[in-house]
């Protein structure tokens, strides 16, 4: 069974950091594109950063997160990061992480697997 489940998320200060941790479990990680995509009620997902499989192993950020994020794998523990820095109250949002079988990292539509989300605050 494949589960993806998040933590890390919270309420911190405008310019603080955040790590977020996606554990990973009934599939080999390694071959699979990982990604996380944040959403704000009301709003469309925005796909926030993308790693391609370990064969590949590029990674992609959203322009508004670009400089600030860094996204990182850990396959000895299963589990994918998130490394948010200068946050900014924009950053605010449910934070999923998902995970995609073709490994393209192109739209937010295609992950085929998804985590039940963690929320993260970020005050003025």
């Known amino acids: 069974q494949v589960r993806l489940v998040e933590s890390g998320g919270g309420l911190v200060q405008a310019g603080g950091s955040l790590r977020l941790s996606c554990a990973t479990s009934?599939?080999?990680?390694?071959?699979?594109?990982i990604g996380w995509v944040r959403q704000v009620p009301g709003k469309k997902r925005e796909g926030v950063s993308c790693?391609?499989?370990?064969?590949?192993?590029?990674?992609y950020y959203s322009e508004s997160v670009k400089g600030r994020f860094t996204i990182s794998r850990d396959n000895a523990k299963n589990t994918v990061y998130l490394q948010m820095n200068s946050l900014k109250p924009e950053d605010t949002a449910v934070y999923y992480c998902?995970?995609?079988?073709?490994?393209?990292?192109?739209?937010?539509?295609?992950?085929?697997?998804w985590g039940q989300g963690t929320q993260v605050t970020v005050s003025s």
């Open positions: 790693s391609r499989s370990d064969s590949d192993g590029r990674t």
């Open positions: 009934g599939f080999t990680m390694g071959h699979y594109a």
């Open positions: 998902a995970a995609e079988v073709l490994g393209r990292c192109q739209d937010v539509g295609d992950y085929d697997y």
